[in-house]
């Protein structure tokens, strides 16, 4: 198929169509807003359901009931709306239903601004609601990942009936690029035999995230730790570049990762031996991989738009064996090659001190 120049929000919602999504409930909040105003039309369009709640709280909410009810299911928003999901989150991790999130991540705390930023990854990482779960989390850092991405994010919702958390950034929902869609898929998928769709002819079936017996809550949980086992055995996934003779490893995900690989282009060009490890799931974080480039570098250097979140499980991804420094801004403000590349040149040196 033909690449075409799409922004960021449009091609993630072109592609959560094109992956089967039945119904949206969202409300805008920049920068994720023309996501919603482009599904306002295209569910439309199409006969699918399309709905702007009064609110995140009531988004979410809708969300999970389209979810009992086994329908492929989105919403999106941006860091202080995902805030507002979080009770609704951890509700549905403990009904064990599956549906699609994009956080098109802005600056923070508080209402912050529209501008880029990283400071999500706490929340869709570690907390997400309360309680003992992690969602999967995807980290594009293109327009092209962020399509692969979404219809990726509903396949495995569906396949581990577990919550997929896009995390993008405001620089990827507002950049346009070429990118390449794929294929309609098709549509409507048939109901799971779980969901909620009237017990005419068969056993009811139950839906619920409340246990009131310990015991009860306690087997739902080893058993919902049994399947974050099984994902983060075999879902990790990320990119490197230039990792085969690296002596310093550059560590960035979604936008950061992407300018970090162009500060690397250019301490090659200077001769300098850095590599690139992207992360491309927040979670399961890659750690297997990395702690394997870990045995054959000297230090680690860590870039993200934020005050150092993902630097923790780094750290716990190479196990003290190597240093793991840290550069980042925030704010939203976006670290520039140059500017990267004159980071990399001080803690090159610094590493050669050390090996």
């Known amino acids: 198929m033909a690449r075409e120049m799409l922004k960021g929000n449009v091609a993630i919602a072109e592609a959560a169509v094109r992956a089967g999504c039945e119904a949206y409930f969202g409300y805008p909040i920049t920068p994720q807003t023309e996501l919603l105003e482009y599904m306002s039309s295209r569910m439309v369009e199409l006969g699918r359901v399309f709905l702007q709640a009064e609110s995140e709280v009531a988004a979410i909410n809708m969300v999970y009931g389209a979810a009992c009810a086994g329908v492929q299911v989105m919403t999106s928003s941006s860091s202080p709306g995902i805030s507002l999901m979080q009770e609704g989150l951890s509700y549905i991790a403990g009904s064990e239903v599956p549906c699609v999130i994009v956080d098109v991540m802005r600056g923070g705390p508080g209402l912050g601004n529209i501008l880029p930023s990283q400071s999500d990854y706490f929340q869709v990482t570690k907390s997400a609601g309360h309680g003992d779960f992690h969602p999967i ?43 390449e869609l794929p294929p309609m898929k098709d549509y409507p998928l048939p109901r799971p035999n779980w969901a909620l769709t ?37 879902e990790q996934r990320s990119d490197e570049f230039a990792t085969d003779d690296a002596e310093l490893l550059v560590v960035g995900y979604g936008t950061a990762g992407r300018i ?30 990395l702690s394997e480039l870990a045995e054959q570098v000297d230090m680690c250097l860590v870039v993200e ?12 991804a190479v196990k003290d ?15 520039m090659p140059d500017e990267l590349l004159r980071v990399i040149e001080r803690y090159y040196a610094y590493s050669a001190v050390l090996a």
Do not use: C
Not at 142 to 150: G, K, L, N, P, R
Not at 151 to 178: C, N, S, T, W
Not at 270 to 285: A, D, E, H, I, S
């Open 137 to 179: 989390v995807l980290a594009p850092a293109s327009v092209q990942e962020a399509i692969d991405f979404t219809m990726l994010a509903f396949e495995l919702a569906q396949k581990y009936r577990h919550i997929v958390i896009i995390a993008a950034d405001g620089q990827i929902g507002q950049m346009m690029e070429p990118a």
């Open 198 to 234: 009237g017990a005419n002819g068969r056993e009811k079936n139950v839906i619920t995230s409340l246990y009131l017996n310990a015991d009860e809550e306690e087997a739902f949980n080893n058993r919902l730790q049994k399947k974050l086992a099984l994902i983060r055995s075999v």
């Open 260 to 289: 970090a690989m162009s500060a690397v282009q250019l301490a090659r060009e200077k001769g300098l031996k850095v590599g690139l490890f992207r992360p491309q799931t927040l979670y399961p974080f890659p750690e297997q991989r």
């Open 305 to 316: 738009m934020n005050a150092g979140q993902m630097i923790e499980d780094v750290r716990l």
């Open 321 to 335: 064996s190597i240093p793991v420094e840290f550069y980042g801004r925030m704010g939203g403000n976006i670290p």
